[in-house]
């Protein structure tokens, strides 16, 4: 099936993935003097008395904008924010059905960082929580150190974390599947921008102790003059031994492999130049590092990739609705690493030891449970690290 050309077509018969629904009656005078004027100016002037009520008087407690600037939109780059509506909306549409969190798409025509910060700063009281979306790297960084600084309120950059807590996940049930403990393996990233970045830091927080980045120059070492900023951060804490040279080198020897980067990168000499029970996830859309199939032939114990197409699709949606499901049920002021690792725990543990196998790693996306258990696992890390408002 060409899944472009039949999307295009019911895009057109669609004409939008999301709509407002009215929850009240308007449909008399009495009506209509509740919802709105005259009554609607009580809860007005108590929410001018005490802010925090807008979150019990108002749908905003449920309430989160999917934020993008169009820079970084799937696998497609910079096609600007009208074009990155379709993603967007779709996005909204995924948190709805899984998570029932209402989402809105706010596309922004704007690529300077101070600009979109203080955008978002401004609409903030109207949400209970802020989704960042294929904003690129390394402007992504900063916006979201910024707004989780400056508001009170959950603020998550999705091809950050959403993408480091499923591939925790997958790691998760992967090495248990191998016979290898996090704190054993060696992990090569290839693909050194938001996600890859991510990643990195979030699986040393799981206790791995060897993580070895890689981007368009090979092997990011501490002093490399041809890095980013970003890049030249987390080559302080990965790459400890100093390594140098190609992607290649990197991989010789390596437990885990996990792709956030582009096609056809990987060879099958390259995965069978890995350890013994090698991990292989090749995440780049819509072609992968490596084939499936190759990566298999080559000698990988677990392969999973980026799309729906395969066993083992690691993917996004597994995230989000359940982790701002959680976080706005309890009211968190943020989403910290206890609340990530809650959601990775809380994904991996949806397939039992007895399902647990080379084709199935991860519950599949669709799978209401899986949306459940992140939520309720968030939930409890945002109370027990204390970033909870309600409990």
């Known amino acids: 099936m060409n899944y472009g050309e039949k999307s295009l077509v019911k895009h057109a018969e669609w004409q939008g993935k999301i709509e407002t629904v009215v929850r009240v009656p308007v449909d008399n005078r009495?009506?209509?003097?509740?919802?709105?004027?005259?009554?609607?100016?009580?809860?007005?002037?108590?929410?001018?008395?005490?802010?925090?009520?807008?979150?019990?008087l108002t749908r905003r407690w449920n309430t989160v904008p999917v934020i993008t600037d169009g820079t970084a939109v799937l696998g497609l780059g910079d096609i600007g924010p009208e074009a990155g509506m379709p993603v967007m909306e779709g996005k909204c549409a995924l948190f709805k059905a899984y998570g029932g969190v209402d989402a809105f798409p706010l596309c922004l025509a704007t690529k300077d960082t101070e600009e979109i910060i203080r955008t978002i700063k401004i609409l903030a009281g109207s949400f209970g929580g802020i989704n960042l979306e294929d904003i690129?790297?390394?402007?992504?960084?900063?916006i979201e150190r910024r707004l989780k600084e400056e508001l009170d309120i959950?603020?998550?950059?999705?091809?950050?974390?959403g993408t480091a807590i499923v591939t925790a996940a997958a790691l998760i049930n992967s090495l248990k599947l191998v016979g290898k403990k996090m704190n054993d393996v060696r992990v090569?990233?290839?693909?050194?921008?938001?996600?890859?970045?991510?990643?990195?830091?979030?699986l040393l927080s799981f206790g791995v102790k060897e993580v070895i980045m890689c981007g368009r120059y090979g092997i990011i070492c501490e002093g490399d003059s041809r890095i980013n900023p970003a890049q030249a951060e987390i080559a302080k804490i990965t790459n400890l031994g100093h390594r140098t040279g190609s992607l290649s080198d990197a991989m010789t020897g390596a437990d885990v492999f996990i792709g956030v980067s582009v096609a056809n990168c990987v060879t099958k000499e390259m995965v069978k130049a890995m350890a013994k029970d090698a991990i292989v996830f090749a995440c780049a859309n819509p072609v992968p590092e490596i084939s499936r199939a190759d990566a298999l032939d080559a000698g990988a114990a677990v392969v999973g990739?980026?799309?729906?197409?395969?066993?083992?699709?690691?993917?996004?949606?597994?995230?989000?609705?359940?982790?701002?499901?959680?976080?706005?049920?309890?009211r968190a002021t943020t989403v910290n690493y206890e609340m990530m690792k809650a959601a990775s725990a809380g994904i991996a543990s949806c397939v039992s030891d007895k399902e647990l196998n080379g084709e199935y790693i991860l519950p599949y996306a669709y799978d209401k449970r899986a949306h459940e258990s992140v939520a309720k696992a968030v939930a409890a890390a945002a109370i027990a690290s204390g970033v909870a408002k309600k409990k």
């Not at 959950?154 to 974390?161: L, W």
């Open 136 to 142: 690129s790297a390394p402007r992504c960084f900063e």
């Open 305 to 330: 990739t980026g799309s729906s197409e395969y066993p083992n699709q690691i993917n996004n949606v597994l995230v989000f609705p359940g982790l701002f499901r959680g976080a706005l049920d309890v």
């Open 188 to 202: 090569v990233i290839n693909g050194a921008g938001a996600a890859g970045i991510a990643i990195g830091r979030f």
């Open 154 to 161: 959950p603020v998550f950059h999705d091809d950050q974390h």
């Open 30 to 56: 009495e009506a209509l003097s509740l919802a709105y004027t005259p009554g609607v100016a009580a809860p007005c002037m108590a929410i001018h008395d005490d802010v925090e009520k807008s979150f019990t």
